[in-house]
């Protein structure tokens, strides 16, 4: 039987009155009346394809379009989450259609990969070139040291006597001698091992390895060559970002010298094997200076187009972390809207939709009211159509709340909810479960603290509606986190849409605030 719709005071007493209703939309029009209907949340639609699985319906292709624009909304606050930029509160509603902000985000994230690929080879370039700048300023240090070691050594020998063009010889000594090394080319195959063997050439290879891997290479170095190399190595102060890894490692100089070919092959590979950057150390002095002027240049150049690409794509981040929460929010309402379009059936022979749902006796003047805003919003040329008809299930129960009484309700729909018809138990937990709490907890300090916390929390309720990303303890209190949703008592059809949080007759989520008060005052 069809039970009696209470007074409006009343309306939270007992389930409304619910109509069950048929509407009958152009395809045209389809889209914007599920968005109007569910911004008003009166309708919860039926699935009249449940013999369908999911890739048999209509609208399968839109989902998976949804998809992809998810996809490229997390790469690009991905790339806004690693480079710290702040994300906007604001959700600025998108009147856009999905393919459009698909197409949009497709050049965004195009444009972002570009981006994020030059600038990796712009500091992968930066960073050798700070290597090699390491390489010449260490190996100059490393034969310096020698150098002076040596003459210390042989100052007793030297002659008072002796003439300054014998001085300069000597100190030419140590150049020479490093210029007589060279890094060994590859050899040609058709070489004859008999010429290697009977002349052995002098080489050596510079690098920069990783300070923790540097005693493992070299003892590994030494038994690949049987002892026939020398090794030097010095440290770097700072950090170096490594080229491949880009990141901020401490590394080792190091020079390794060695005779024949053979030797070279073997060095080479191992210095590959340990993720060892080999550089070229020219054995001219004038050769080795005019290269270090000419690093220094370019890693001053190559730091100012880094710097004008970090700031390039810092201000696009910016820009799309401005208008990433409006995509989001438009991504899961083209979502929600092609769910419940799936439940729809489509007529073949009037090209039209059908949709069937319960809606509150209440809302019916409402929902005829949107589907003709719809209507006018899509410029579809027939208008929907919606007709009351009758129906052999038990009608759904629907309870009308606002932001007061949706904690309470929160709480009885967690034990059950009550059939269609029924007295509402969360009519008398509003009083009853405040009392229970002031009982349990009867403290004077205890509540007054649990007062002015409710009490700041409804005055500055604009303030912290506004807020998208709450903490834990913060959400506890504001949002009543640990109550439960709303359990059916049956299966039901998801509805069109929830309700926006503007929306004071049903909000989204239960507001604890208030039951705070209650608490607070028993």
């Not at 590859?186 to 923790?212: K, M, N, W």
């Not at 209440?362 to 005829?368: E, K």
Request: charged share 25%; aromatic share 10%.
């Amino acid at each position: 039987p069809e039970p009696e719709s209470p007074p409006r005071r009343l309306r939270m007493l007992r389930s409304e009155p619910m109509s069950f209703v048929q509407m009958i939309v152009q395809y045209d029009a389809a889209r914007a009346t599920v968005e109007e209907l569910g911004n008003l949340g009166s309708i919860m639609f039926t699935d009249m394809n449940a013999g369908m699985n999911a890739f048999q319906r209509n609208f399968v292709s839109d989902l998976k379009r949804c998809d992809e624009v998810e996809r490229h909304l997390r790469y690009i606050a991905e790339q806004i989450r690693l480079a710290g930029v702040p994300v906007g509160r604001r959700e600025v509603r998108w009147r856009a259609s999905l393919d459009e902000l698909q197409h949009q985000l497709q050049d965004h994230e195009a444009d972002l990969r570009q981006l994020h690929s030059s600038s990796q080879q712009l500091v992968a370039s930066y960073n050798q070139l700070v290597e090699l700048s390491h390489v010449l300023q260490k190996c100059d240090d490393i034969f310096s040291e020698a150098k002076a070691s040596y003459t210390a050594s042989h100052e007793e020998v030297l002659q008072p006597s002796s003439s300054a063009d014998d001085l300069a010889a000597m100190a030419l000594e140590g150049q020479q001698e490093l210029e007589a090394f060279a890094p060994l080319p590859p050899v040609d195959a058709a070489r004859s091992r008999s010429t290697q063997e009977l002349h052995p050439r002098l080489g050596y290879i510079t690098g920069v390895i990783e300070r923790s891997q540097l005693v493992k290479f070299e003892r590994i170095l030494f038994r690949a060559t049987r002892g026939n190399l020398y090794t030097r190595s010095a440290e770097i102060a700072q950090q170096v970002r490594d080229p491949r890894t880009d990141a901020l490692v401490h590394k080792n100089v190091f020079i390794v010298f060695f005779s024949g070919q053979r030797s070279y092959e073997k060095v080479a590979k191992i210095c590959d094997a340990y993720g060892a950057s080999r550089y070229t150390y020219p054995a001219q002095y004038a050769r080795r200076t005019a290269l270090l002027a000419e690093l220094q240049t370019r890693i001053d150049e190559l730091q100012q187009v880094l710097d004008h690409t970090d700031a390039h794509r810092g201000a696009r981040l910016r820009a799309m972390a401005a208008e990433l929460a409006g995509w989001q929010a438009h991504t899961r309402r083209q979502r929600a809207v092609h769910r419940a379009l799936n439940s729809w059936s489509y007529d073949i022979g009037r090209k039209c939709l059908i949709a069937e749902g319960w809606v509150p006796n209440s809302l019916v003047d409402a929902t005829h009211e949107a589907l003709r805003r719809a209507t006018a919003k899509a410029g579809a040329p027939v208008p929907s159509i919606m007709n009351v008809i009758d129906a052999d299930e038990t009608p759904p129960t629907y309870f009308a709340t606002n932001k007061f009484t949706a904690t309470f309700q929160a709480i009885v729909d967690g034990y059950g909810v009550p059939r269609y018809g029924e007295l509402n138990p969360a009519v008398f937990t509003i009083i009853t479960f405040p009392f229970l709490f002031g009982v349990m907890f009867g403290d004077v300090g205890h509540g007054l603290l649990i007062l002015v916390f409710a009490l700041y929390f409804v005055r500055n309720e604009p303030y912290f509606e506004a807020m998208r990303d709450m903490d834990e303890m913060l959400a506890y209190a504001w949002h009543g986190r640990y109550c439960p949703p709303p359990i059916p008592r049956r299966p039901r059809p998801p509805p069109s849409l929830p309700p926006p949080t503007a929306d004071r007759r049903r909000p989204s989520r239960p507001i604890a605030r208030y039951m705070l008060l209650l608490m607070s005052l028993f």
